[in-house]
């Protein structure tokens, strides 16, 4: 069980793995990135990680040197290296060693950077009690500013939403986007039940498009439970009878209380206890099992 950077290529200990103070990702957040997770033992949906990793570089104007299966070879290299049961990835391209000035034009070579390291495991009664959630007074960024559909290491807003959630005593923000409408959280997608059925915003709203998210609505879609996407304010919330979030290393996690108020009864709620089952079996058959 160990940890195991990869720069350019070059595998390292995590402490001897550096980089220069001049690159631009570190000075300006000028930088892509995904996380990636196995499940036992396996790598699933790598190919949708690195297609939004590519789309996240080409919103960025930003030329990855490197192919697609170069990518996925050196994900799976580092991954055996650091030899872990299951394991957590990620995966950074920064912008590169540059003047110390924000245009990037001075930096002629993005760094490939790859952690590897144990997968996160969240405690048990995260998923069987549920987690906290504060409506965020920090908001998700405008579209026209920066898109919140890039995976960027420019996440200074996510970080504010997540200290003051933390602040607060509860584990996560939930944003809004800048005209008000519910967003997601500072790294989950974000959906709840009302009247039976699965909400969760669109796209258009402004929202990272979730690999996890993407796989949940398939799973609602072939289990016939009912769903839609949407603009929802905070205020329908009120009406939540269960509320989960969603990402790669957290799967479904229910929420039952956000902003010190019980979502339904306080526990996590059928539909979302149902979707956390047929999640499981969903991620078996994307791993090969
Ligand atoms: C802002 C944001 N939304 C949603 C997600 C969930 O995305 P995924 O399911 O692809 O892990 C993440 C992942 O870290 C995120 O950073």
Redesign the pocket.
Known sequence: MSEIVNINGNLFPPEKAVISVFDHGLLFGDSVY??LSTRKGRFY?VR??LE?LFNSAKGINLVVPYGFEELEGEIKRTAAAAKNEDTYIRIIITRGVGDLNIDPSSCLKPQLIIFARKAIEYPEEFYSRGIELIVSTVR?NIPEALS?GL?TGN?LN?VLAIAEAVREGAHDGL?LSHDGFIS??????FFFVSDGTIKTPSLEVG?????????ILIVAEENGVPYEEGRYLPEDLALAEEAFV?????NILPVTRISGRPVGDGHPGEITRRMMKLFELKLDELVGL
């Open positions: 995904e996380v949906t949708e990680h939004r998700r919140p995976k996440y996510n944003m997601e959280c500072t790294t989950s997608n929202i990272l498009q979730g690999v996890t998210r993407r796989n969603s990402s790669t290393t957290k």
